[in-house]
C-alpha cells in the first residue's frame, strides 16, 4: 500500500513519535532554530500548537525535505539577513494555511523557490496569495496553457475563480503590455481574456 504524506503526517502525530527524530535530517529543521523550537513545544501537551498546527507544519516540511544543506544555506545567506527572523516569518506563513493542501503547496512551492534560487520576497508574497486564495481556484491553474489567451466566459467552469486568480495576481488580462491580446475574437469581448503569468506559473508547477 503506497501511503500519502498527509496519511504519513498524521501516523507521526497519532504515534506519538518525535517530530524532532522525524526531522532531524531536515536541514530547514537544522538551520533555522525557532523550527526545530516549534516542533519541540509541538511535542508537549501544554503546548499553545495544536495537533492541525503540527500537521500542517509536518506536511510542510515533509514536501521539502530533500533540500540540501549547500542549497538552504546558500540560499539564507543569498536572500535572508537575519536567519531566525526569516524563520519566523516561514512558521508564520505556514500556520496561517486555512487547508492542509496549502500547507503542503507551501512546502513544494518553499522547494522550488531555494531550488531556483528565487527571492524570500517571491516565496512570500506567493504563500499569501496562496493563504488568501479558495484551494478550489488555484486548481483552475491547469486550464491554463503558456502563452495562449484563456476566455472567461464560465463555460463549463467557475467565471468567479478566474477572476479571483487574476485579482491575486497569478493571471494577467490580454489586453496587458505584453499579453499579445489580439487574440481576443470580436464576439467574445464581454468575456474578460486572460494569460498565466510567471507567478502562476510557478504556483501551478507545485500543485
Known amino acids: 500500500m503506497e501511503y500519502t504524506k498527509e496519511y504519513i503526517a498524521d501516523l507521526l502525530i497519532d504515534g506519538g513519535e518525535s517530530l524532532l527524530d522525524a526531522f532531524s535530517n531536515n536541514e530547514l529543521v537544522k538551520q533555522i ?3 526545530k523550537g516549534l516542533i519541540a513545544l509541538g511535542q508537549d501537551a501544554r503546548s499553545y500548537i495544536d495537533k492541525r498546527e503540527q500537521k500542517k507544519l509536518v506536511e510542510f516540511l ?14 539564507l545567506e543569498k536572500h535572508a539577513e537575519n536567519k531566525e527572523k526569516t524563520g ?4 508564520d506563513s505556514v500556520l496561517a494555511m486555512n487547508q492542509p493542501e496549502k500547507a503542503i503547496l507551501a512546502g513544494k512551492l518553499y522547494k522550488k523557490v531555494v531550488s ?17 486564495c ?6 483552475m491553474l491547469f486550464k491554463f496553457e503558456d502563452d495562449v489567451e484563456f476566455t472567461n466566459d464560465g463555460n463549463g ?27 481576443t475574437q470580436p464576439e467574445d469581448y464581454e ?8 507567478y502562476g506559473k510557478l504556483v501551478k508547477e507545485c500543485l
Open 134 to 139: 479558495y484551494y478550489e481556484d488555484l486548481l
Open 157 to 183: 467552469f467557475s467565471k468567479l475563480a478566474v477572476d479571483n486568480l487574476y485579482h491575486l495576481g497569478l493571471l494577467r488580462e490580454s489586453n496587458d503590455v505584453n499579453g499579445g491580446g489580439g487574440a
Open 88 to 91: 519566523e516569518r516561514i512558521l
Open 62 to 75: 515533509m514536501n521539502c525535505n530533500s533540500l540540501s544543506a549547500d542549497q538552504i544555506s546558500s540560499f
Open 33 to 35: 532554530p525557532c523550527i
Open 116 to 132: 531556483r534560487g528565487t527571492s524570500y520576497d517571491d516565496y512570500f508574497r506567493l504563500a499569501q496569495i496562496i493563504q488568501n
Open 191 to 198: 468575456h474578460a481574456g486572460y494569460f498565466i503569468n510567471e
